[in-house]
């Protein structure tokens, strides 16, 4: 979004996703996203899937 000069309220209005879940995604605080919001997203800001996710795995919790 930065580099494309776009804002979060703007994205919002303008993909019809809710501020908060925009906000979510623009920060990194979503702890989950629906396919339908992603494809919203990607297809606005004319990204694929891969540019905006990044898989890292969990810190495995030692064994008590």
Do not use: W
Request: net charge negative.
């Amino acid at each position: 979004m930065d580099q494309q000069g776009k804002s979060i309220r703007g994205v919002a209005r303008e993909t019809g996703l809710a501020i908060n879940t925009v906000s979510g995604l623009y920060h990194d605080t979503s702890k989950r996203v629906d396919m339908e919001t992603l494809d919203r997203f990607c297809k606005h800001l004319k990204v694929s899937t891969g540019e905006l996710l990044e898989y890292i795995e969990d810190k495995e919790t030692p064994p008590e």
